[in-house]
């Protein structure tokens, strides 16, 4: 009689060090429902706040709401994904919806037409913040439409903020 023994139970790390900017890394999945861009940016806040990140919170929160609610708008599917991710002093947002990009050239300029538009405030904070926006094809295996914000930590942190008068 063979006696089998339960699997080793693997130790985890218990780390006490305090999140950091540069640890800034989650992903998740959302419906693609009306309250997502609230969930979103709900969760988009507190991790911002773990990882000492309030000084971007206004244009941040923004940029969440805004992709979630286009990706959810668009996707075919019932599901939307979203990153939140802090490198070279930029916080970058993406989200991706199941939409796949059009092969034909007029479908393909009427429904860019469509998401530019959609996303006609994202590009206003970006702009205030020095940063960038796209969309494109998504590279990942399902395929679909991913959108970006890319926010500097260092001009973000006046976004909204009056313009400094200069005499």
């Known amino acids: 009689m063979s006696v089998s023994r339960c699997p080793v139970v693997p ?15 989650y992903s998740f999945t959302l ?13 988009s806040r507190e991790m911002l706040r773990a990882h000492g990140l309030t000084d971007l919170l206004d244009p941040a929160l923004q940029a969440v709401s805004e992709l979630v609610t ?18 070279a002093s930029a916080l970058r947002v993406v989200a991706y919806d199941s939409h796949p990009r059009h092969t034909h050239p007029r ?7 469509r998401r530019r538009a959609a996303l006609r405030f994202l590009s206003c904070v ?6 960038t926006w796209g969309f494109g094809e998504a590279r990942e295996p399902g395929g679909g439409t991913r959108m ?8 973000a942190r006046s976004y909204g903020s009056p313009p400094a008068v200069s005499r």
Do not use: N
């Not at 419906?31 to 969760?43: D, E, N, V």
């Open 11 to 25: 130790v985890l790390s218990a780390d006490p060090t305090a999140p950091v900017p540069e640890t800034l890394a």
């Open 31 to 43: 419906p693609a429902r009306l309250t997502s861009p609230g969930l979103a940016r709900a969760a």
């Open 70 to 87: 286009v990706a959810c708008r668009f996707t075919e599917s019932t599901d939307v994904y979203l990153s939140l991710r802090y490198r």
């Open 107 to 113: 479908l393909a300029a009427a429904c860019d037409t």
């Open 126 to 131: 970006c702009r205030a913040c020095d940063g």
């Open 148 to 155: 970006w914000a890319t926010l500097p930590r260092v001009s």
